[in-house]
């Protein structure tokens, strides 16, 4: 399955590494975008790799969760809402892949580290989703996550990973709403809806706060990232962030997190929450989450089934290559 590692982007611009290297400091120095020509340092060039192409999978992975859902949506409106939705996680991972090939390794190579189980993808998506509120709580906390650690990569150094992840927060904004609103209706129906609604976010806190990644001091990244302007926050950060967003909005809901140490801080004017298990979360990113096995199975299966269609595109552009060589001009002439 491994193919060798191309790209259509010139790796290293031609410069010598120091001038290259002065001109990337410069950069990061002045807040400004690093591009695919550009000289970049190896380590930035792998991080960013490692970082963009697994935000890539998550997505392709994270449409399964969801996608399950699609046939038993309670309503058609729900179903084509659901569906619009599954297919933007798609696209995202489209744009992501294609920013990750700008830095130099082709799609097929990361397809294939994802398939090989070599590359991770977010710990979130080891979860089944086992009512229709589980749905409402991914698009509520899950999208939520996802958009309070996506805002800030809106300024990530990297400009191709910059300029996907604008068009990426727009869509996760509305999938958001569409989580919010799913569970809005539940918990303002009937006492057996809202508890469904209820039990569906005490599955969805744990492992959503753990979507922002370990705790800063097990992070061994994120300083690193940090200083190349990759990553704005850290993990902590992030973390506390969204939960002083989420806690009135669960008010608003008219629901809570079952989290007995979730208060106030007036001292520090933020939400003081508890441990999370982080046994679990390394469980969930080694591969022994409760559903790492069935989800990768699910993604080679596709992966099998569709090639027809990438054997049918090569063909069809070899085809058109073909036909747009000079001689052709010829001949219709
Ligand atoms: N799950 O040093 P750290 C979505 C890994 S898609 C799995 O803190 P870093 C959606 C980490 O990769 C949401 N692995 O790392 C889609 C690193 O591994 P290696 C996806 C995790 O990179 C469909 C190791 O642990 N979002 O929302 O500085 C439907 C050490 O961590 C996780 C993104 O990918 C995790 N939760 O920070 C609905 C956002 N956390 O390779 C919704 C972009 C950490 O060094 N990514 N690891 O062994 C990021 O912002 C950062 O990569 C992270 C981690 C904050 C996730």
Not at 77 to 83: D, E, F, N, T
Not at 136 to 162: E, F, H, K, M, T
Not at 220 to 245: G, H, Y
């Amino acid at each position: 399955m491994t193919t060798p590692t191309t790209t259509r982007f010139p790796t290293t611009a031609p410069v010598a590494d120091d001038e290259g290297q002065r001109h990337f400091d410069r950069v990061i120095a002045e807040d400004s975008r690093i591009e695919p020509t550009d000289w970049m340092p190896d380590g930035y060039r792998r991080t960013l790799t490692r970082q963009i192409s697994q935000h890539a999978h998550s997505e392709i992975i994270g449409m399964q969760p969801e996608a399950n859902w699609i046939t038993r949506a309670p309503s058609l409106k729900r179903k084509a809402i659901l569906m619009a939705k599954v297919q933007d996680e798609a696209g995202h991972g489209l744009y992501l892949y294609s920013a990750a090939e700008t830095l130099g390794t082709n799609r097929d190579e990361l397809v294939d580290q994802l398939l090989t189980g070599r590359a991770k993808y977010s710990s979130i998506f080891n979860y089944p989703a086992r009512t229709w509120a589980d749905i409402g709580a991914i698009g509520w906390l899950v999208d939520g996550a996802a958009i309070c650690n996506q805002v800030p990569l809106c300024r990530c150094s990297y400009g191709p990973y910059a300029r996907a992840m604008i068009r990426v927060c727009k869509e996760e904004s509305f999938h958001q709403r569409q989580g919010w609103e799913i569970l809005y209706s539940l918990s303002h129906g009937t006492a057996a809806q809202k508890q469904m609604a209820q039990e569906a976010i005490n599955r969805f806190y744990g492992p959503a706060l753990q979507m922002f990644g370990p705790p800063d001091e097990d992070s061994p990244n994120s300083q690193q990232s940090m200083s190349w302007n990759i990553k704005r926050f850290s993990n902590d950060e992030l973390r506390q962030r969204f939960v002083d967003m989420i806690v009135p909005q669960a008010e608003a809901l008219g629901l809570h997190f079952e989290d007995p140490d979730l208060k106030w801080n007036e001292e520090r004017g933020h939400y003081d929450f508890g441990e999370l298990d982080w046994t679990e979360f390394k469980a969930a990113i080694r591969g022994s989450g409760p559903c790492n096995v069935q989800r990768l199975q699910r993604r080679r299966q596709a992966f099998d089934d569709g090639a027809w269609v990438r054997e049918a595109a090569a063909a069809y552009a070899e085809k058109t290559a073909s036909r747009s060589t000079p001689e052709r001009g010829l001949h219709v002439a």
